[in-house]
T-cell receptor, first 109, second 114 residues
Framework: EDQVTQSPEALRLQEGESSSLNCSYTVSGLRGLFWYRQDPGKGPEFLFT???AGEEKEKERLKATLTKKESFLHITAPKPEDSATYLC??????????FGAGTTVTVRA | DSGVTQTPKHLITATGQRVTLRCSPRSGDLSVYWYQQSLDQGLQFLIQ???????AKGNILERFSAQQFPDLHSELNLSSLELGDSALYFC?????????????FGEGSWLTVV
């Protein structure tokens, strides 16, 4: 069964203090690794999809990277509006998307 | 706005009752997914449909069922409801459901069972 583990569970940052979130995964035949942002009571908002080891994608202050066993989401110089729960998910050969528990990021001004 | 529409947004019902949640996928998307999110479980995959056919099944209870109609909208039916079924139910859609297709989520339907 696909497994996704995210760490840390929670991250408190000062505005401008860069950090990284980790997503470790086990899947037999990765179709894609997804990163989403979720605000309380809202639906997950798509950020990135990564398909193969070595791939990197960037969007504003966020950068996602992928290896064969884990993915990192780097937040550079975060702002308070980057506060959210960041979810990692893997899609295996059976098409279903398996999510990790998420990392809740709080950025203080 | 992801383009995935879910109704109703909020629903309160009693134990033992039956409810139907509705999802309209993004225009052009053929694949629909249903997820359950509760405080202690995170996002749990329930079921996926592609162009009207069931494609993948997760830990969906026998009391729950879903279908995708010819116009591609989908419904999730929850019956004999229990207190533990209280959760946020999300629908998501993608063009084909294969790799290489972004999966977009709706805003969810809050179900409270009392």
């Amino acid at each position: 069964e696909d497994q996704v583990t995210q760490s840390p569970e929670a991250l408190r940052l000062q505005e401008g203090e860069s950090s990284s979130l980790n997503c470790s995964y086990t899947v037999s035949g990765l179709r894609g690794l997804f990163w989403y942002r979720q605000d309380p009571g809202k639906g997950p908002e798509f950020l990135f999809t990564l398909y193969s080891a070595g791939e990197e994608k960037e969007k504003e202050r966020l950068k996602a990277t992928l290896t064969k066993k884990e993915s990192f989401l780097h937040i550079t110089a975060p702002k308070p509006e980057d506060s959210a729960t960041y979810l990692c998910a893997v899609q295996g050969p059976d098409y279903k998307l398996s999510f990790g528990a998420g990392t809740t990021v709080t950025v203080r001004a | 706005d992801s383009g995935v529409t879910q109704t109703p947004k909020h629903l309160i019902t009693a134990t033992g009752q039956r409810v139907t949640l509705r999802c309209s996928p993004r225009s052009g998307d053929l694949s629909v997914y249903w997820y359950q999110q509760s405080l202690d479980q995170g996002l749990q995959f329930l079921i996926q449909y592609y162009n009207g056919e069931e494609r993948a099944k997760g830990n969906i209870l026998e009391r729950f069922s879903a279908q995708q109609f010819p116009d591609l909208h989908s419904e999730l039916n929850l019956s004999s409801l229990e207190l533990g079924d209280s959760a946020l139910y999300f629908c998501a859609s993608s063009v084909t459901g294969d790799s290489g297709n972004t999966i977009y989520f709706g805003e969810g339907s809050w179900l409270t069972v009392v």
